[in-house]
């Protein structure tokens, strides 16, 4: 492999640190320091690894100048002396020193392939799973009833994808998400990152109902819509779970592309392989096999949620992305980390698969409910509409408004419904009667739609 080398009079470190190993180095520093690595130690593992030629020196350039975050700069050793207030003192000693070889932790490269070696249908797991099938069967029915399904689809995918997200504590308002969407422009990073989430499980969708199985090219793909970027599989070592309170080091993910691949090629095989084991139970022991596996340096987490829905999707228990699963693990997010915990601790395999099998049941019924409501918003408003605007009425008007919260009249006369004057004037009649509210933004008007606004904003 060619090295790259730093010279300290490079005047685009900016650049260096954004190209060397396709973007990797960066985190390679972030994830070593938060290790309690020295920036001597991070110099001299990579040139053994024949990585990347680096001195340690630029590694601190790269701290003084703010690439590193804050958490890590914390936890940066310093040695030497240090004079302050006119008194010699010493502090930083590095209180474990280990030598470069030895670092980091001991990766959990004895992660056993599928399937696990424990019992995992028990008496009181199959009596969850019962109740868990019968719900996710009753809105599957539902669901098919529907008409114009593209309505439900949109609002649940879009709901799914904010809470997922918000899981990893990316955080937006319904707002942001909706406005983002009508104006196709992207108001904040968190935003962003949602609607890239709704892209990557739209194609993911596409990709398992064409193919039928679920690959590691296609959790590839996932990933790289989900992150924007083609990093790939981890290939550097030093990647460790922490917990965000105390910094301590909760997981240490297999290390090795090799690896990582293989671990991957027997999930692939699990995932698509028929066996007597319900597929719902199998759903729970992936979900975790692929978060152990921990595969990408980011968006492990979401792209292991959207794999949960398209599970199910090419089992047929549902036929399109409708389960609004990560709702339930928002409520419970402390026992959803902790149980994954448990199995690699304990070996605990039982309360990891109640606690899904609850959220699926508990899920499949609020997601049907919401079904419902939204229907019925929908056939209200089409009764309201008929009988107050009967020039303008049409169900595929109605319709149409209901596919996104927001829309505008270049839409309409996307879709066909008129020119732009008539269009105008059918948007500012659904103003008059409260059915939209119009927002200028820029120089283009938007409308929402405020009953199905608030609908999902108090879900």
Not at 121 to 135: D, F, H, V
Not at 148 to 162: G, P, V, W, Y
Not at 178 to 197: A, R
Not at 221 to 235: A, T, V
């Amino acid at each position: 492999m060619q090295q790259k080398k730093i010279h300290r009079n490079f005047p685009g470190i900016i650049y260096v640190l954004a190209n060397i190993k396709g973007g990797f180095l960066l985190i390679d520093i972030q994830d070593k320091l938060e290790n309690s690595w020295t920036h001597e130690q991070i110099a001299g593992r990579a040139k053994l690894d024949k990585l990347y030629n680096i001195s340690f020196k630029t590694i601190y350039r790269a701290i003084e100048d703010g690439f590193v975050s804050e958490n890590a700069v914390k936890l940066l050793p310093r040695k030497g002396k240090v004079k302050k207030n006119g008194v010699i003192e010493k502090r930083g000693s590095i209180p474990d020193k280990k030598m470069i070889e030895e670092r980091p932790q001991e990766a959990n490269n004895n992660l056993k392939f599928l399937p696990p070696e424990a019992e995992i249908e028990t008496i009181t797991i199959l009596k969850q799973l019962n109740k868990s099938s019968r719900a996710l069967a009753e809105l599957k029915a539902y669901s098919e009833m529907i008409p114009n399904k593209d309505i439900l689809i949109s609002s649940l995918a879009l709901q799914e994808a904010k809470a997922s997200s918000e899981i990893e504590n990316i955080v937006t308002t319904n707002d942001n998400l909706y406005k983002s969407i009508v104006t196709e422009k992207t108001i904040d990073p968190n935003t962003k990152e949602v609607l890239n989430y709704r892209k990557a499980l739209w194609k993911g969708v596409d990709l398992v109902k064409a193919s039928g199985f679920i690959s590691t090219n296609i959790i590839l793909e996932i990933q790289q819509m989900l992150e924007d970027n083609k990093g790939g599989i981890r290939k550097i070592s030093g990647t460790a779970l922490r917990n965000s309170l105390t910094g301590d080091v909760i997981y240490t993910p297999p290390a090795g592309e090799s690896l990582i691949r293989d671990l991957l090629a027997n999930l692939e095989e699990y995932y698509n392989i028929e066996t007597e084991v319900d597929p719902l139970i199998k759903l729970a022991v992936s979900h975790y096999q692929f978060e152990a596996i921990h595969p990408f340096y980011d968006g492990n987490g979401r792209t292991g949620r959207i794999l949960n829905i398209l599970y199910l999707l090419k089992e047929e228990l549902l036929d399109s992305p409708i389960l609004y699963l990560s709702s339930y693990i928002i409520k419970n997010k402390q026992s959803y980390y902790s149980l994954l915990n448990k199995i690699t601790t304990e070996n605990n395999w039982e309360e990891w698969i109640l606690y899904i099998l609850k959220a699926i049941e508990f899920t499949a019924k609020e997601t049907l409910e919401l079904a419902k409501e939204i229907k019925a918003l929908i056939d209200n408003t089409v009764a309201e509409v008929r009988e107050k605007l009967p020039k303008i009425y049409s169900k595929e008007l109605i319709e149409f408004i209901f596919t996104e919260i927001y829309t505008k009249g270049s839409h309409l006369v996307e879709k066909g419904f008129a020119n732009r004057k008539t269009v105008s004037k059918y948007l500012k009649s659904l103003e008059e009667i409260d059915i939209l509210k119009s927002e200028k933004m820029g120089r283009e008007v938007i409308y929402i739609n405020i009953h199905l606004f608030n609908l999902l904003k108090n879900k």
